[in-house]
């Protein structure tokens, strides 16, 4: 199999999401990084809320996210608030707007719809496809993964018996296993 082909596939089905998702974040007169941050805000935990994390996430410099940041904060979509043990860190926090807005630009209604025609099988066999396509290319250029606490190498404990970062050391709820990780590292493969 020419795998050029399948970098082809991806690089065109992205870009026609991203066309849509201009669109729509255009008509609230925002660009589709803005609101890949806030998307990002809402899926990240505690220690990953930062303007730094949310830097490498997006793969953008500091200056950039700080614009962007800038520009959500003045719109209402977030809030920043100093990090009491560390008055050099800031959190960032969705609002009750933010939230909204990302109810409302969820799928866009195009790729709904596409989605929809799909096999629910398919789905499950593209989406696991995707995600080791994407830990691949994480793992082997030194980029962070950026994964859901439950898949980390660093989570301690068990559903029932409680949940602890051995990274922290801090306790975590099973709806804090769920979040992404700025400090992320895959669990060895059993």
């Given at each position: ?27 609230f007169?925002?660009q589709?990084?803005h ?7 809402e ?22 996210v ?14 920043k ?20 807005i ?7 209604a ?22 080791t ?43 804090d ?5 700025y ?6 493969a059993?």
């Open positions: 199999m020419d795998r050029s082909v399948l970098l082809e596939y991806i690089e065109r089905i992205g870009g026609l999401l991203r066309a849509e998702q201009r669109a729509d974040a255009g008509a007169g925002l589709p990084v609101i890949d941050a806030l998307r990002y805000l899926r990240c935990n505690r220690y990953s809320n930062t303007p730094a994390a949310l830097a490498a996430y997006l793969g953008s410099t500091k200056g950039t700080s614009q962007t940041l800038k520009l959500l904060e003045q719109a209402g979509y977030l809030s608030t100093g990090d009491p043990s560390d008055g050099r860190v800031v959190h960032l926090a969705l609002s009750a707007k933010g939230r909204k990302l109810q409302k630009l969820a799928i866009p195009r790729w709904s719809h596409t989605l929809e025609r799909v096999e629910e099988g398919r789905c499950e066999e593209a989406t696991r496809t995707l995600r396509l994407l830990q691949h290319a994480q793992l082997s250029n030194g980029y962070r993964t950026f994964g859901a606490c439950h898949s980390c190498r660093h989570l301690i404990g068990a559903e029932g018996s409680g949940y602890r970062c051995g990274l922290t050391g801090e306790a975590l709820s099973p709806a296993t769920a979040r992404i990780c400090e992320h590292e895959p669990a060895p059993a």
